[in-house]
T-cell receptor
Framework: EAQVTQNPRYLITVTGKKLTVTCSQN?????MSWYRQDPGLGLRQIYY???????DKGDVPEGYKVSRKEKRNFPLILESPSPNQTSLYFC?????????????FGPGTRLTVL | AQTVTQSQPEMSVQEAETVTLSCTYD???????LFWYKQPPSRQMILVIR??????QNATENRFSVNFQKAAKSFSLKISDSQLGDTAMYFC????????????????FGKGTKLSVKP
């Protein structure tokens, strides 16, 4: 089954404690991205990756890092989480240039930073 | 920069009735894609329908159809024969198409419309 998986699905942590949210897709997609969703703001892109070892900032990258060492994985790293990073996070992937351009979303990760 | 506006924060409709959700966008691009995503209480993002800007024909998917007005930069979603399972947050989204035919990949979302279908 074609899918995007994220782990963990729920996480409660404290300010300053480094954490990683993993994202994996099994569709051989080149393009992957991270979004955060906040009430009244919709979804906003954090970072994206066009392919292995190619990443770039989205609209709200401050406080986040990413890496793309393998095509299937695109982890989101919070080096020193703060309460304003409490949010719902989505990973998404697409086969850019294939003509479909539909983004497939993971199930989301609910993060609470105390 | 592109922006997407959904002017209806909340809407409700009776089961089996028809409802239209509004979306307008602002862009200087000529080639792009537009999407409607559904987010039920489970929080999963589910693609409802997509429209390529170069296509004049409005997209349809079963009970869902769009009214795409490129000159007016309007992209409304019509849900016919509304069902209780249609209760969800609906997001309109824009994605720029880059030169080689692919997409830039950055979805620009509106703030969403919360739709409630009442029995």
């Amino acid at each position: 089954e074609a899918q995007v998986t994220q782990n963990p699905r729920y996480l409660i942590t404290v300010t300053g404690k480094k954490l990683t949210v993993t994202c994996s897709q099994n569709m051989n997609h080149e393009y992957m991205s991270w979004y955060r969703q906040d009430p009244g703001l919709g979804l906003r892109q954090i970072y994206y990756s066009m392919n292995v070892e190619v990443t770039d900032k989205g609209d709200v990258p401050e406080g986040y890092k990413v890496s793309r060492k393998e095509k299937r994985n695109f982890p989101l790293i919070l080096e020193s989480p703060s309460p304003n990073q409490t949010s719902l996070y989505f990973c998404a992937s697409t086969s850019a240039g294939s003509g479909t351009d539909t983004q497939y979303f993971g199930p989301g990760t609910r993060l609470t930073v105390l | 920069a592109q922006t997407v506006t959904q002017s209806q924060p909340e809407m409700s409709v009776q089961e089996a009735e028809t409802v239209t959700l509004s979306c307008t966008y602002d862009t200087s691009e000529n080639n792009y894609y537009l999407f409607w995503y559904k987010q039920p209480p489970s929080r999963q993002m589910i693609l409802v329908i997509r429209q390529e800007a170069y296509k004049q024909q409005n997209a349809t998917e079963n009970r869902f159809s769009v009214n795409f007005q490129k000159a007016a930069k309007s992209f409304s979603l019509k849900i016919s024969d509304s069902q209780l399972g249609d209760t969800a947050m609906y997001f309109c989204a824009f994605m720029k198409q880059i030169n080689y035919g692919g997409s830039q990949g950055n979805l620009i979302f509106g703030k969403g419309t919360k739709l409630s279908v009442k029995p």
